[in-house]
T-cell receptor
Framework: DTGVSQNPRHKITKRGQNVTFRCDPI?????LYWYRQTLGQGPEFLTY????????KSRLLSDRFSAERPKGSFSTLEIQRTEQGDSAMYLC?????????FGPGTRLTVL | QQPVQSPQAVILREGEDAVINCSSS?????VHWYRQKHGEAPVFLMI?????EQKGHEKISASFNEKKQQSSLYLTASQLSYSGTYFC?????????????FGQGTTLQVKP
């Protein structure tokens, strides 16, 4: 399978815990995006990488969120001290130029 | 600012046509269309670029009016598999980062 993969697919955590998600993009894609989607809404942009450089971060993203893309390959998104409002589907997408292809997402539930 | 999609929901019979609209208040570099089924990731359908270039599926067509910052997605001879929620994602001009702002979605239900 050469599509975008994300792990884990589901994560249940208690409020205050830290969580980390991983995204493996399509291998030749140099652009990688993280989005968050809540029920009944469209995906919301979180951050964007071109190769290993994080070029843009949403102003809505609190300091509890951090993302990395070491060596321009896979990416991780970490949420520290999770809150119930962080419960959502976290989507990763990759692109070589125009079309963005989404992974299956990680569904986070914060209890 | 989030683009506005209309209608919010559509119910069709198989074989009928539908048009979904997406409107932005900002100058756009590109408009992207996705379909999402319940519990699944958004699936790329079409991209329309400033200047007229289009890339997407053969059976789906769309238009992009750059002056009005509007795009429309045309679904013809609908099939049951077309059911889902359709999102437009807009990229502001002159950005070329690919950062997309998505609309609230249009739910399409195709009945036999």
């Amino acid at each position: 399978d050469t599509g975008v993969s994300q792990n884990p697919r589901h994560k249940i955590t208690k409020r205050g815990q830290n969580v980390t998600f991983r995204c493996d993009p399509i291998s030749e894609h140099n652009r990688l995006y993280w989005y968050r989607q809540t029920l009944g809404q469209g995906p919301e942009f979180l951050t964007y990488f071109q190769n290993e450089a994080q070029l843009e971060k949403s102003r809505l993203l609190s300091d509890r969120f951090s993302a990395e893309r070491p060596k321009g390959s896979f990416s991780t998104l970490e949420i520290q001290r999770t809150e119930q409002g962080d419960s959502a589907m976290y989507l990763c997408a990759s692109s070589s130029r125009y079309e963005q292809f989404f992974g299956p997402g990680t569904r986070l539930t914060v209890l | 600012q989030q683009p506005v999609q209309s209608p919010q929901a559509v119910i069709l019979r198989e074989g009928e046509d539908a048009v979904i609209n997406c409107s932005s208040s900002k100058a756009l570099y590109s408009v992207h269309w996705y379909r999402q089924k319940h519990g699944e990731a958004p699936v790329f359908l079409m991209i329309l670029l400033k200047g007229g270039e289009q890339k997407g599926h053969e059976k789906i067509s769309a238009s992009f009016n750059e002056k009005k910052q509007q795009s429309s997605l045309y679904l013809t001879a609908s099939q049951l598999s077309y059911s889902g929620t359709y999102f437009c994602g807009t990229e502001d001009f002159p950005s070329n980062t690919g950062k997309l702002i998505f609309g609230q979605g249009t739910t399409l239900q195709v009945k036999p």
